[in-house]
């Protein structure tokens, strides 16, 4: 086991890479009684082109991971849920763009949870007729999701900003690409996907290092997995542009929905290069639009944003895109106003003393989400898949200058990368 203490922090990680490949990382947390596990692996949306280690490209339909998340809970003898509810744990699991993480919450029965968790991912059960039935559920939920006037103005950005990348494409899929999925095709994604080499197991909260490591040590010592190796990943070239300067979508809604951001034209560095793009542009936005700035408290005075007014930036494997806006009377004049005090922001440079009290909020944020488990171990796999350590963002927020955020703000907010999605009334 390998120590990896964060004095300033007051944490210690513990952190040993089994034989098999898989990277177990245990976080104690004492005085907590409850206890979270994630199982991770480096599968998403966004990979529906890949040569396996050894075998030729392979090209599967757009939703597979989705798909493959949800049959993974199947098992000969029923639903693997009700075994975790009867050892008094809650499980879940959730699929993004560039992950797939199963996990569960606990305060009794560790050992036997973190055993189930290990065993039904590691041991897949599809057939001909449990992957048709699943067609049907899943296709339900995508139809569902169309009715969602959040999802599709969210959605509606994104195809919008991007072009050929596969972030552009809904995690579920779609209808016709669901239908066309097979057996073989979700034991070809398990195959290459699943390995151990390509996973992360998580646990953070109630646990001793020692015991648990043994516990993960036994269980995978006792099964067998072929030789690992590197997978590529072949996504498309995104040109610089937009695909749509905006998008109109009409569903009956009370008052409209308006989303609007920026594309960055490179998509984003991995490690630490890539860490301070995201924490910096996370942090550029928020002087402008976080709810102390002027600017807010303007737009709210003016009753053209209410509390779900909000703003993020999101990146992965050759993609990154900020999202700004929410629910709004007006989203014309909205995105026209906040556009203009990004664009004049950009110009003038960030005061220095806002720059600063900002800072030092978000660095207390950082602090108070060290104290739920569920967030660290998502957000540490997370960090960990793009060669980032989460434990370090600290560091990262305390070696930012202003100047760094000014010149990421000018090259981030370029109206020739800019694109709207509004959600409006049918009747409107």
Same mark, same amino acid.
């Given at each position: ?84 509810a009867a050892q008094g744990a809650s ?37 001909d007729e449990n992957v048709e039935k699943?067609?049907?559920?899943i296709i339900q939920e995508i139809d ?57 197991? /998580?646990?953070?909260? !109630?646990? *001793?290092?020692?015991?648990?490591? =043994? #516990?993960?040590?036994?269980?995978? &010592? ?98 990154? /895109?900020?999202?700004? !806006?929410? *629910?709004?009377?007006?989203?014309? =004049? #909205?995105?026209?106003?906040?556009? &203009? ?88």
């Open positions: 086991m390998e120590k990896m203490d964060y004095p300033k922090l007051q944490e210690t990680v513990w952190h040993e890479k089994l034989e098999n490949g898989l990277e177990v990382f245990v976080l104690p947390k004492s005085g907590f009684t409850k206890t979270y596990a994630a199982f991770t692996t480096r599968f998403g949306s966004v990979d529906n082109r890949f040569r396996p280690p050894g075998g030729d490209e392979m090209k599967v339909p757009d939703g597979i991971a989705h798909f493959l998340e949800h049959k993974m809970f199947e098992e000969p003898e029923g639903d693997v849920f009700s075994r975790f499980a879940n699991a959730f699929t993004s763009f560039d992950r797939t993480v199963y996990l569960f919450s606990a305060t009794r029965q560790i050992p036997e949870n973190l055993t189930t968790l290990l065993d039904f991912v590691q041991n897949p059960y599809f057939t699943e067609k049907g559920i569902m999701y169309r009715d969602n006037p959040d999802w599709r103005v969210y959605f509606g950005l994104i195809e919008a900003l991007y072009q050929d990348h596969p972030v552009h494409i809904d995690i579920a899929g779609t209808a016709k690409s669901v239908r066309s999925i097979t057996k073989e095709m979700l034991y070809d994604c398990y195959n290459t996907f699943y390995h151990p080499s390509n996973m992360t197991l /998580f646990v953070v909260g !109630g646990v *001793e290092p020692e015991p648990t490591f =043994e #516990l993960i040590r036994q269980n995978q &010592a006792g099964k067998s997995f072929p030789q690992g190796g590197d997978i590529r990943r072949t996504v498309a070239e995104e040109p610089p542009q937009v695909k749509d300067k905006k998008r109109d979508i009409r569903l009956p809604v009370s008052l409209p929905k308006c989303l609007f951001g920026f594309k960055e034209p490179q998509g984003t560095a991995q490690g630490e290069a890539g860490i301070r793009q995201e924490l910096a542009t996370k942090l550029a936005l928020e002087t402008i639009l976080g709810p102390s700035s002027p600017l807010y408290q303007k737009l709210y005075d003016d009753n053209l944003i209410s509390d779900n007014f909000g703003y993020e930036f999101n990146t992965g494997p050759g993609f990154a /895109f900020s999202i700004i !806006g929410g *629910e709004t009377a007006n989203p014309e =004049e #909205l995105m026209e106003r906040v556009t &203009a005090a990004l664009y004049d922001t950009a110009a003038k440079g960030i005061d220095s003393d806002v720059f600063e009290r900002t800072r030092r909020k978000r660095i207390g944020g950082f602090l108070r989400m060290l104290n739920s488990p569920e967030s660290i171990a998502n957000e540490f796999t997370r960090y960990r898949h793009r060669g980032g350590d989460l434990f370090r963002v600290v560091q990262y927020y305390e070696s930012l200058t202003v100047d760094e955020l000014n010149e990421l703000l000018k090259s981030h907010v370029s109206p020739d990368r800019l694109a709207a999605c509004i959600v409006r009334s049918a009747e409107a």
